[in-house]
């Protein structure tokens, strides 16, 4: 239940922060070491941008596992969903996930938009 309400609350706080190109609050999530946790952020893949890991991760705290886009329902051309990044935690501790939202194309050299998440693995 607990992770449930964290991946609504971050995909809420995105929504929000969604109307700012330049805001770039960070949001915590609390994970558990061991068990997997979802990082979602809004998309909309059929205007070529997406949505990439910025940065490295740090991999004694956590390692990422897949990527999954959901479309919202109903599922019609041109419609946006949501993008699912999938992490577990490793070890106990606190560390910073970044995902830049990046232009179409695949020469952008840097996001037009980040997304910051604190994540603290209990």
């Given at each position: 239940?607990?992770?449930?309400?964290?991946?609504?609350?971050?995909?809420?706080?995105?929504?929000?922060?969604?109307?700012?190109?330049?805001?770039?609050?960070?949001?915590?999530?609390?994970?558990?070491?061991?068990?997997?946790?979802?990082?979602?952020?809004?998309?909309?893949?059929?205007?070529?941008?997406?949505?990439?890991?910025?940065?490295?991760?740090?991999?004694?705290?956590?390692?990422?596992?897949?990527?999954?886009?959901?479309?919202?329902?109903?599922?019609?051309?041109?419609?946006?969903?949501?993008?699912?990044?999938?992490?577990?935690?490793v070890n106990t501790g606190e560390t910073t996930i970044t995902l830049?939202?990046?232009?179409?194309?695949?020469?952008?050299?840097?996001?037009?938009?980040?997304?910051?998440?604190?994540?603290?693995?209990?």
């Open positions: 239940m607990r992770k449930i309400l964290t991946v609504i609350l971050v995909s809420l706080v995105l929504t929000a922060c969604s109307l700012s190109k330049n805001a770039e609050p960070q949001v915590k999530i609390e994970a558990t070491a061991g068990q997997e946790f979802k990082v979602i952020v809004e998309s909309n893949p059929s205007t070529g941008y997406h949505w990439e890991i910025v940065g490295d991760l740090d991999p004694n705290i956590v390692e990422f596992v897949s990527r999954d886009y959901r479309a919202n329902e109903p599922v019609q051309p041109g419609s946006g969903g949501s993008d699912v990044f999938i992490f577990k935690g830049g939202s990046f232009p179409p194309g695949n020469n952008a050299a840097r996001p037009e938009q980040t997304q910051t998440f604190t994540i603290v693995v209990k």
